[in-house]
């Protein structure tokens, strides 16, 4: 019988004070990632302000439920893998793979919800030649799907390393490297979902 899995844990205990979570490295990548999608949500104010009309008018033609689903899906698995990182911090090992592998199954349900939209989106004649509107959707959602890969795969390959015991409640850097970059990513969504799918 496959054990139950324990509660996240409310207070953990504390990394050290004034350390970095991850490495200095996961940070330089989070930083450089920011900056590109700051880029990004500068061309969707310019194309905004000059084709308000074709703004309001796609995102109505979006599919909404599409757009909370995977925004429900980034946030579970943002708290999953958090609470991987918890339990593992306590030295429940055991407990913070089954989080992981929970966190991995919710993210996994984004590029698969991502590419159901698509094809709605394709079924609905919305491609990126529908207006300047669809073309910056695209552009940026499909950005988007690119890191949230990144992030799979990040996921797999801690996974694999947590499973073989690469990580301990002393030593778990690489974990909390994946949790900072995932929820970095799950922070941008957060911003380009009500930009597309409710206040455009």
């Known amino acids: 019988m496959t054990a139950a899995v324990a509660p996240c844990p ?7 004070a004034g350390r970095i979570p991850g490495n200095k490295g ?13 880029v990004l949500f500068a061309v969707y104010f310019v194309a905004r302000a000059h084709f308000p009309e074709a703004f309001e008018a796609g995102s109505e033609r979006l599919s909404r439920t599409a757009g909370t689903v995977i925004t429900l899906l980034m946030l579970t698995s943002s708290c999953l893998i958090a609470c991987s990182v918890t339990t593992l911090r306590t030295g429940q090992r055991r407990q913070s793979i089954l989080w992981l592998v929970a966190g991995l ?31 910056v959707y695209y552009y940026l959602t499909f950005n988007h799907l690119v ?28 974990l909390e490297a994946l949790a900072s970059y995932w929820h970095a990513t799950d922070i941008i969504w957060l911003v380009i979902f009500p930009f597309f799918y409710v206040l455009a």
């Open 26 to 38: 996961i940070w330089v990548g989070i930083t450089c990632e920011f900056v590109e999608f700051l």
């Open 105 to 135: 199954v919710a993210a996994l349900g984004y590029p698969l919800v991502k590419f159901l939209e698509i094809r709605w989106n394709l079924a609905h004649g919305i491609n990126g030649g529908s207006g300047i509107f669809f073309t």
């Open 147 to 174: 890191h949230a890969m990144w992030g799979i795969l990040g996921i797999l390959w801690v996974l694999a390393r947590h499973l073989v015991g690469g990580y301990s409640a002393e030593e778990h850097g690489g």
């Open 10 to 16: 409310e207070t953990p205990a504390a990394p050290a």
